[in-house]
């Protein structure tokens, strides 16, 4: 399953942690109220094909950053 391209891509919203503020938070940012400059905490592999299977706990087979010897869409800490 092939993932959006660079070229296609200006924006990338990703939210975790849910808590009771962040629907005012995603506001402030979207309407450029604040400027997060926040850099992806994980890679973006440019197809999940690249990815070993989710039942593989085994780090080093390239399900994380560190590990992952792929091309990635989006590399850990990008901006």
């Known amino acids: ?3 959006t ?3 296609s891509t ?3 919203v990703h939210l975790t942690h849910s808590s009771e503020e962040l629907g005012n938070a ?5 309407f450029g109220d ?3 400059a926040g850099r992806l905490v ?3 592999p ?3 094909d690249q990815l070993p299977p989710m039942m593989d706990y085994n780090i080093r087979h390239g399900r994380t950053y560190m590990y992952f010897k792929g091309r990635s869409l989006y590399p850990f800490g990008t901006v």
Request: aromatic letters at 8%; glycine letters at 4%.
């Open 26 to 30: 995603l506001a402030d940012v979207l």
């Open 1 to 3: 399953m092939p993932l």
């Open 34 to 36: 604040y400027n997060p």
């Open 10 to 12: 200006s924006a990338i």
């Open 46 to 48: 440019e197809s999940l």
């Open 42 to 44: 994980e890679t973006w």
């Open 5 to 7: 391209g660079r070229n």
